[in-house]
């Protein structure tokens, strides 16, 4: 099966940012949000998931403004991206 991340929206964001991602085999799954200094600002854990599509949304408005970078992994699997936070 494939892994992937699809999107995450919107891009920049200023309160909820939405992702979407496939999963190859069933897992856990769970995402970290990095500030701009390298410090975790957010883990979500999100148990385990059939493999397939998701969404997941990530409640940014607790976060200063901002370059962040979020990494998701599940199983030996991971994607890293960025997220811009504005407000």
Do not use: C, F, M, W
């Not at 991602?21 to 897992?27: A, F, M, R, T």
């Not at 883990?43 to 370059?67: E, M, N, R, V």
């Amino acid at each position: 099966g494939n892994y992937k991340v699809t999107s995450i929206s919107p891009n920049p964001a200023s309160g909820n940012a939405t992702i979407v991602y496939e999963l190859g085999l069933d897992g856990p799954v769970t995402i970290d949000l990095y500030d701009p200094l390298g410090r975790t600002a957010k883990h979500i854990d999100l148990a385990a998931q059939k493999q397939g599509q998701h969404t997941a949304t990530l409640d940014l408005a607790s976060l200063p403004a901002g370059h962040y970078v979020y990494r998701l992994q599940s199983l030996e699997y991971h994607k890293e991206g960025a997220v811009l936070i504005v407000r």
